[in-house]
């Protein structure tokens, strides 16, 4: 950590400074790293696959209106994109402190734990920022070409700026786990099975067998994404009634689904929350482990 020499005084940098020392050389990592352009060219091909599907089967659904069009593109794929960065860049950024025995050159230093985890933190949202950006301006140039600039609709820069407020939360969730975890495998492990399927699995089933609103789980305050791309906006509840036939028609019985839609103010609360509590819980257990 640099330290400015003052007479025969060594002055430690502030807190801002140590935060920025970090972000800094973090970012330089990341974006030089190999990981980053791994993900990159994933994200590339996403996109190159979508814009070939538009392009060769021209679906009716997909191209009947601007809206339609970025509800199909941006809302399907961009939350797969946003917990792909999540947990490339947030995976191991604490937990391989501590695996990989890096921590010990960094602890040495006259910096405080914070300052690591939230330069850590901030390198590893502008790296994610700048993949997402790419996908945004790879969607938006399929838009321009099919729909023209007045076919721009603003529900999409609405999604935009959410797909944003989730990768802050998917970020603060992954660095929480990050820091929980001295092995950076059980870390990326469990972001990846809770965001891509146990929190999906959980509120499919809260809502369906307990009929409760499934308010506390992440990828529920996530749908704002797709719901604000769709004309109108989807009722907060709504159900629907399937009939499952048990041999004969005679005895077939109405199951009742239950879907609910949290509204938009309601799913920026929800992510909100997820970011608050795991940046502050985060870097308490951050700052409890020890380096043996």
Request: proline content about 3%; cysteine-free; aromatic content about 14%.
């Amino acid at each position: 950590m640099e330290k400015l020499n003052l007479g025969h005084k060594n002055i430690v940098p502030n807190s801002i400074k140590q935060v920025l020392t970090m972000l800094k050389y973090s970012l330089l990592d990341y974006v030089g790293s190999r990981r980053f352009f791994v993900l990159l060219i994933i994200v590339a091909i996403i996109a190159i696959m979508l814009t070939a599907v538009m392009a060769y089967f021209r679906p009716a659904d997909s191209l009947a209106s601007p809206l339609s069009f970025y509800s199909n593109w941006w809302g399907e794929s961009s939350t797969l994109v946003i917990i792909l960065s999540a947990v490339f860049f947030g995976g191991d950024a604490i937990s391989g402190e501590f695996q990989n025995k890096t921590g010990y050159f960094l602890i040495g230093n006259p910096i405080r734990r914070s300052a690591i985890y939230i330069g850590k933190w901030l390198a590893a949202l502008m790296a994610s920022l700048a993949i997402l950006g790419v996908f945004a301006l790879i969607t938006i140039g399929n838009g321009l070409y099919y729909f023209g600039l007045s076919g721009l609709p603003s529900q999409f820069l609405e999604a935009l700026l959410f797909s944003i407020f989730y990768m802050v939360s998917a970020l603060g969730l992954t660095f929480f786990f990050s820091s929980m975890f001295k092995s950076s495998t059980v870390a990326i492990l469990t972001t990846v099975i809770l965001l891509l399927f146990a929190f999906s699995l959980i509120q499919a089933l809260v809502a369906n067998l307990a009929h409760v609103e499934p308010w506390f789980i992440i990828t529920y305050g996530a749908q704002i994404i797709s719901n604000v791309l769709m004309n109108p906006y989807p009722p907060h509840v709504s159900t629907t009634s399937v009939h499952s036939a048990a041999g004969s028609i005679a005895s077939s019985k109405a199951i009742s689904i239950t879907t609910y839609n949290a509204s938009i103010f309601e799913g920026l609360m929800i992510l909100a929350a997820y970011f608050l509590v795991t940046i502050i819980i985060g870097p308490i257990l951050f700052e409890r482990k020890e380096f043996t």
